[in-house]
């Protein structure tokens, strides 16, 4: 089984199955007995496990989440930094309007934390690029002259995201508007409307990159066939409902389709750009 779309054929054929014998289930209860048959609890934690098995993200870099090494992730070699080195690296660095990507140094290694995420260490292999084993993620640190650091990109799920550092000052107010976003659990103006067009851009083979940001752009490029293949069987859009905001300030919904469910976390810039759009099935 490479990913959920195997286990949403299962789905589909065990649906067949007992409708020739007069058994009538929906998309998403076959969908549920298929994740039990595979020993998880629902189809969310199933979507989760083979996600994380072959390393995928949906369309965006949208966290660095805890857990054990990913399959498949190569082995690297650590190797020793003058800590002057790492203290240039530590600061914090923005990655969009509302999330920013915090680095500290513990001993002789950097610690990373997006905005909503926890802490994840990384390790030098050469003296600007770093790695994570406990998920599959790199960074390089991008310097001008021999000050701190001026930039980071992270490296992760395809894409390469970049972000410029910011001062403290800055990461405050960027914190603060996220946290009183998260407060108020408000769907910005936009963003259902935003996903619909990304939806249907993306069934199509042809969403509109013009209306992103240049990493999600380049993320979702990537990952177009993928992401169209999932959505095409799901088929048109039948409903969005708004769920909250997440932890990165960003729209989360639940979008029904004709043949099954998604489920969507948006987020837009200040010039109204697709800066976050991540996606996974669920009933």
Request: hydrophobic letters at 40%; proline letters at 4%; a negative charge.
């Amino acid at each position: 089984m490479r990913d959920f779309r195997d286990a949403k054929a299962m789905a589909q054929t065990l649906r067949e199955a007992l409708n020739a014998r007069s058994v009538s289930i929906t998309h998403s209860e076959a969908l549920e007995l298929i994740a039990k048959i595979l020993g998880c609890r629902d189809w969310n934690a199933l979507a989760a496990r083979i996600q994380s098995s072959n390393g995928q993200t949906a369309s965006s870099a949208e966290s660095l989440p805890p857990g054990s090494s990913p399959a498949g992730q190569t082995s690297r070699q650590k190797v020793a930094v003058d800590a002057a080195i790492l203290d240039g690296y530590a600061g914090f660095y923005q990655l969009d309007d509302n999330a920013l990507f915090t680095v500290t140094r513990e001993a002789d290694h950097l610690l990373a934390r997006l905005t909503g995420q926890q802490q994840v260490p990384f390790y030098a292999q050469s003296p600007t690029e770093f790695f994570a084993d406990v998920v599959d993620a790199q960074i390089t640190f991008v310097r001008d002259g021999r000050g701190p650091a001026a930039s980071v990109i992270l490296h992760q799920g395809g894409g390469n995201f970049p972000m410029q550092r910011v001062d403290a000052a800055t990461a405050q107010q960027i914190a603060s508007r996220t946290a009183e976003k998260v407060k108020s659990q408000t769907a910005s103006p936009g963003t259902e409307a935003a996903l619909r067009r990304l939806i249907d851009g993306i069934i199509s083979g042809k969403p509109n990159y013009d209306e992103m940001s240049a990493a999600l752009a380049e993320a979702t490029r990537q990952q177009l066939p993928n992401l169209q293949l999932g959505l095409t069987e799901l088929r048109a859009v039948e409903s969005v409902r708004f769920l909250g905001v997440g932890s990165q300030g960003e729209d989360v919904y639940s979008v029904r389709h004709e043949n099954g469910a998604s489920h969507w976390r948006i987020g837009l810039d200040s010039k109204g750009m697709i800066a976050t759009a991540w996606v996974t099935p669920g009933p």
